[in-house]
């Protein structure tokens, strides 16, 4: 299957779904995969190879806008993260499921900064590659707010509480939108969001008007997407249902997710008009919050400047000192500003790390840490430093931060993380108090055990 060029062409002219191209590590799970969108009326081309990152840099090759990665095999991190660098640079969107364990929580953290949409299972990599298709027209969300339509009220307010777990919004619609709404839709209807037509949006007369309902929730200008956990498939039949619904789509000036089992009389119409449902609510919204997440991304921030001269744990108080860290005895401080952790390690698929998180107890309530591979210029550690929800609170809480100067020594220890002369090892500073001038640490702990970093 590797290269089929022709399968590739066949694939894109079969739907109406812009093509998806599957990169499977075997010709067993790429066969599997494809008979499970074919089933769906969806079909996918496919290519196969041991190595996932040569894989994927040379599917670039074709027009594919997604690309479905799985990943079966360990492979070169880095090169993993160089591959979908590319493809991000490209304009495509990445897919992603990891091998079974192949990859660390530092590395997920990693290929989704270089764009891949990271998934658990091959359906969801199945739901998410093709949903993500069906968005040619309109391109991923613009942001987090979600309309959410239904036909009852209990299943709005599930679909709603799964969008907030999802990272997404349920803001309420607009004045404007909810007077143009209240003379179409029944007299019990709620036009807040969730919009709930109730069972009444299964008549004759409101459904006679449910094409206008939906263009007026589309258009409103605090809306991004527009979320239907329901096919609306009364009173005239699935087929007559897919249609609308399937119109609505193709006009819309946002994306539409339909997340609903799917009647068999819905498939060709779906499928000829290139929509892409989800069957499973929960999933549903799930993979648009990842859509969104990955619509909003910022560049990465990738190595820059030089490792450090091999070092000996005996020098590293000095070697950290003339980073730009200043020594403070147990650095508690006053418990007015939340102290940092400052890390690094090496990852055995990625090399070098750092990490910047919540120090102290904080750290292991909030669990918060952003991470990037290292070395790390002065530049590149205050782009790290920019994503750091922890820093961002010490900057509330100490107006007088020197962002310069803790970037300036997080810079000095991505240097040393990446000329540590360990193949596997730990290095943290916790706590870390900034605020003006140096950053001060306590004594670090450097362990080289081999338990996983």
């Known amino acids: 299957m590797q290269g089929d060029g022709s399968g590739e062409a ?51 090759d074709s027009p ?48 989704a900064a270089e764009g891949a949409v990271l998934v658990a299972a ?9 949903f993500a298709a ?30 907030g777990a999802a990272g997404l919004e349920v803001p309420p619609l607009s004045e404007a939108t909810r007077a143009a709404l209240a003379p179409l839709v029944p007299a019990i209807a709620s036009t807040a969001n969730p919009v709930d037509l109730t069972p009444e949006a299964f008549n004759e007369k409101t459904y006679d008007r449910f094409p ?3 263009d007026i929730v589309a258009a409103d200008p605090d809306v991004d997407a527009v979320f239907l956990p329901t096919t609306f498939n009364a009173p005239r039949g699935a087929a007559v249902a897919a249609q609308v619904l399937a119109e609505f789509h193709a006009r819309a000036p946002k994306p539409v997710l339909i ?28 993979t648009l919050g990842k859509l969104v997440a990955r619509g909003r991304l910022a560049a990465p921030v990738r ?13 590293l108080p ?15 401080g006053d418990g007015r500003v939340l102290p940092l952790a400052l890390s690094g390690w090496r990852d055995p698929a990625f090399g070098a790390v750092v990490a910047v998180g919540a120090g102290g107890i904080a750290g292991r309530v909030l669990e918060e840490q952003v991470v990037a591979p290292a070395p790390l210029d002065a530049d590149g550690a205050l782009a790290l430093l920019g994503r750091s929800r922890a820093v961002a609170q010490v900057a509330r809480m100490e107006p007088a931060l020197d962002r310069a100067a803790l970037a300036r020594a997080l810079s000095g220890l991505a240097q040393l993380v990446a000329g540590a002369p360990w193949p596997r090892f730990r290095l943290r500073l916790d706590p870390v108090l900034a605020g003006a001038g140096p950053p001060r640490a306590a004594e670090p702990r450097l362990s080289l055990a081999s338990e996983e970093c």
């Open 10 to 60: 066949a694939s894109a002219t079969a739907s109406g779904v812009p093509q998806v191209l599957l990169l499977a590590g075997s010709a067993r799970t790429a066969e599997a995969m494809q008979r499970a969108a074919a089933k769906r009326l969806l079909p996918i081309a496919a290519r196969t190879g041991a190595d996932a990152a040569a894989l994927l840099a040379a599917a670039l």
């Open 64 to 111: 594919a806008r997604i690309l479905a990665l799985v990943q079966e095999a360990r492979c070169d991190g880095t090169a993993l993260c160089a591959a979908l660098g590319a493809a991000r640079a490209a304009g495509r969107i990445v897919v992603l499921l990891p091998a079974d364990g192949s990859v660390s929580h530092a590395g997920r953290m990693l290929l």
């Open 122 to 130: 091959h359906r969801e990599l199945l739901d998410t590659a093709l």
């Open 134 to 163: 069906s968005l040619a027209r309109t391109g991923l969300p613009a942001g987090p707010r979600v309309a959410i339509m239904t036909g009852g009220g209990g299943g709005g307010v599930i679909a709603a509480d799964l969008c």
């Open 212 to 214: 206008r309902i939906l």
């Open 259 to 286: 997340a609903a089992g799917t009647p068999p009389a819905m498939l060709p119409v779906f499928a000829q008009h290139g929509v892409a449902p989800i069957a499973d609510v929960a999933a549903a919204a799930a």
């Open 303 to 315: 190595r820059s400047g030089q490792a450090a001269a091999p070092w000996t744990a005996e020098h």
């Open 318 to 332: 000095a070697r950290l000192a003339a980073a730009g860290f200043a020594r403070s005895g147990e650095a508690e």
